[in-house]
């Protein structure tokens, strides 16, 4: 795919949605955080039904600390995994009351350090919270950019690479949650909606459904 194409599709996406941003609910960087760290392996659908009712009871570490690992645990129990995250967000709001002022950090090296925040996540908060121009590779995002070949790669970090170079940087801030929405609604896994996507005519998948 020549450079030309890819400021077109970025081009398209930011006419389509000119101000993205993710679903999950939050309302400060904390609590972003905490519903980054809940969906992985889960719909931001299902985050934001826990962390509704979660945030009305406890919204900082302090709080969340105060529920201990059990007490958090009735609050997202219907979220996959949730034996793990509730220990891992326990020890992350041990680690941002203790060496961060009871603040979410804005370094990766120090966000990567927190219990249950890997790469992806890292870059989700750079990204969402602090307006970083980075991209955080989920699913979504490693479908849609090897199959229209606007980035390819055989692992997450290999396309999260390959689009930081090769997205305009224009567009490389917004570009992270037009991909990923761009896969959920519309380049889809199993059925792909090409009749109805705004870069059909750019996209060079070879197998479109029309």
Known sequence: MNKQTREEIFKR???QNPNPTTELHYKSEFELLIAVILSAQATDISVN???KKLYQVA???KKILKLGVDGLKTYIKSIGLYH???NNIIKTCQILVSEHHSQVPHSREALEALPGVGRKTANVILNTAFGEPTIAVDTHIFRVANRTKLACGKTPLEVEKQ???VVPKTYQKDAHHWLILHGRYTCTARKPKCGQCVIEDLCEYPDKIL
């Open 13 to 15: 996406f930011a006419k």
């Open 49 to 51: 039904l826990a962390t």
């Open 59 to 61: 919204n900082t570490p």
């Open 84 to 86: 793990t995250k509730a």
């Open 163 to 165: 689009l930081l170079k």
